[in-house]
Protein backbone atom coordinates (compact mmCIF):
# COMPACT_ATOMS: atom_id res chain seq x y z
CA UNK A 1 0.00 0.00 0.00
CA UNK A 2 1.39 3.39 -0.88
CA UNK A 3 1.76 6.61 1.60
CA UNK A 4 -0.52 9.65 0.69
CA UNK A 5 1.13 13.11 1.05
CA UNK A 6 -0.34 16.00 2.13
CA UNK A 7 0.89 19.54 2.95
CA UNK A 8 -0.50 21.33 6.25
CA UNK A 9 -3.67 23.09 4.52
CA UNK A 10 -4.93 20.20 2.93
CA UNK A 11 -4.66 17.71 6.13
CA UNK A 12 -6.52 20.22 7.93
CA UNK A 13 -9.09 20.46 5.22
CA UNK A 14 -9.77 16.23 5.60
CA UNK A 15 -9.22 15.82 9.33
CA UNK A 16 -12.25 16.05 11.56
CA UNK A 17 -12.74 16.88 14.29
CA UNK A 18 -11.07 20.38 12.53
CA UNK A 19 -8.13 21.94 13.41
CA UNK A 20 -6.60 24.69 12.17
CA UNK A 21 -3.19 24.14 9.88
CA UNK A 22 -1.76 26.95 12.02
CA UNK A 23 -1.85 24.78 14.33
CA UNK A 24 -1.05 21.50 12.65
CA UNK A 25 2.06 23.35 11.72
CA UNK A 26 3.11 24.55 15.49
CA UNK A 27 2.45 20.33 15.91
CA UNK A 28 4.75 19.32 13.42
CA UNK A 29 7.20 21.84 14.15
CA UNK A 30 7.29 21.10 17.86
CA UNK A 31 7.56 17.61 17.52
CA UNK A 32 10.11 17.78 14.77
CA UNK A 33 8.37 15.67 12.07
CA UNK A 34 10.26 16.23 9.04
CA UNK A 35 8.74 16.69 5.60
CA UNK A 36 8.47 13.68 3.17
CA UNK A 37 8.70 15.86 0.07
CA UNK A 38 8.09 19.74 -1.06
CA UNK A 39 4.90 20.09 -3.91
CA UNK A 40 5.45 23.08 -6.43
CA UNK A 41 2.03 24.98 -5.97
CA UNK A 42 2.01 26.77 -9.20
CA UNK A 43 2.77 29.69 -6.83
CA UNK A 44 5.92 32.18 -6.43
CA UNK A 45 7.59 31.56 -3.37
CA UNK A 46 9.15 28.53 -1.92
CA UNK A 47 7.09 25.12 -2.64
CA UNK A 48 4.61 23.46 -0.14
CA UNK A 49 6.36 20.72 2.08
CA UNK A 50 4.68 17.60 2.34
CA UNK A 51 3.92 15.55 5.47
CA UNK A 52 3.03 11.65 5.00
CA UNK A 53 -0.82 11.82 6.31
CA UNK A 54 -0.47 8.67 8.39
CA UNK A 55 2.04 10.58 10.62
CA UNK A 56 -0.78 13.60 10.52
CA UNK A 57 -3.32 11.52 11.45
CA UNK A 58 -1.17 10.36 14.76
CA UNK A 59 -1.02 13.68 15.64
CA UNK A 60 -4.28 14.71 15.00
CA UNK A 61 -5.71 11.82 17.04
CA UNK A 62 -3.16 12.51 19.96
CA UNK A 63 -3.56 15.83 20.48
CA UNK A 64 -7.42 16.25 19.58
CA UNK A 65 -8.49 14.78 23.06
CA UNK A 66 -6.53 16.92 24.62
CA UNK A 67 -7.62 19.92 22.88
CA UNK A 68 -11.46 19.19 23.90
CA UNK A 69 -10.65 18.14 27.61
CA UNK A 70 -9.24 22.07 27.76
CA UNK A 71 -12.59 23.45 26.46
CA UNK A 72 -14.80 21.48 28.66
CA UNK A 73 -16.10 18.64 26.06
CA UNK A 74 -15.88 14.83 27.46
CA UNK A 75 -14.49 12.69 24.56
CA UNK A 76 -14.08 9.69 26.48
CA UNK A 77 -16.63 7.03 28.57
CA UNK A 78 -14.54 7.05 31.93
CA UNK A 79 -14.88 11.01 31.54
CA UNK A 80 -18.58 10.87 31.05
CA UNK A 81 -20.83 11.82 34.55
CA UNK A 82 -22.82 8.30 35.42
CA UNK A 83 -26.36 9.65 35.91
CA UNK A 84 -28.15 6.32 36.43
CA UNK A 85 -27.35 4.09 39.55
Not at 28 to 38: F, Y
Not at 41 to 47: E, L, N, Q, S
Not at 56 to 73: D, F, K, W, Y
Request: glycine share 6%; charged share 20%; aromatic share 4%.
Amino acid sequence: MSEVYLTIEEAAVWLDPPISAECLRYLTLGLMLQPAGVRHTGRRGKPAKTFPMSKLMEIHAAIIPLMTRQRGVNTEPRDAVKVLP
